[in-house]
């Protein structure tokens, strides 16, 4: 099995949530004692959050190609980058390294595809609610993303930051994202992406008329498939 390089701390409880996953999946597709090997780089999140506000992204990427590199060097065989919201700087960290790369939107993609969704409603930060970058990734592959309403990106954005990214899952918090999806189902989406990785923290299958698409868990499952590949 090659080894798997994750850039995380992005926060770190989704980077533990990643762990996790990472490890259960090669259990369940290797069985024994078997578990995967992995090198993490977990970064102050407070000193992304700054950038990110500021619109920092050039020196956010330069960052995160740095320290991909470094993972490379130390030996990892194929890099995921543990956060939706970063994959904004993707090309960056894809050109700064020699070994496969693994895009969340790739992960994602397949997924709405197996579950017959065309159209899917995409929450996540604000940064990947209303900047390009998923949007378009997930276009590019015959997938059509509906972001909410301006309000309701502000609650689901607040939600991230001032609660999940501290570890904090709130019962109305749950029920607005349930309100959130509810409106997005509404105007037509087949399925919904949690697009940001503490959200799977907060609401699944059961908090949703329509399929969910856990982007932390797709994007680990697929590391796994690539490493045993």
Do not use: K
Not at 160 to 189: F, H, K, W
């Amino acid at each position: 099995m090659r080894t798997i390089g994750l850039l995380g701390g992005m926060s770190w409880e989704s980077t533990a949530e990643y762990y996790r996953v990472v490890n259960e999946t090669v259990r369940q597709r290797l069985g024994g004692h078997h578990s995967a090997p992995v090198l993490i780089d977990s970064v102050d999140f407070a000193w992304v959050a700054q950038r990110q506000a500021s619109g920092a992204w050039d020196e956010l990427a330069e960052m995160l190609a740095g320290r991909a590199r470094r993972l490379q060097d130390a030996g990892a065989e194929l890099v995921l980058l543990g956060t939706n919201t970063m994959h904004l700087v993707a090309a960056a960290v894809q050109e700064a390294i020699d070994v496969p790369f693994l895009h969340i939107g790739d992960a994602t993609a397949a997924a709405a595809h197996a579950a017959g969704a065309g159209t899917v409603g995409l929450l996540g930060t604000r940064f990947t609610m209303e900047q390009p970058f998923l949007v378009d990734h997930l276009s590019e592959r015959g997938i059509d993303a509906l972001v909410p309403g301006a309000a309701d990106r502000e609650v689901v954005h607040a939600v991230i930051y001032d609660e999940l990214v501290r570890g904090l899952v709130r019962e109305e918090s749950r029920a607005a994202y349930r309100a959130v999806i509810g409106r997005l189902v509404e105007r037509g989406a087949e399925a919904v992406v949690l697009g940001c990785t503490e959200i799977e923290l907060l609401v699944g299958p059961d908090d949703s008329p329509v399929p969910v698409l856990p982007t932390t868990r797709l994007h680990a499952e697929a590391a796994v498939d690539a490493a045993l590949a």
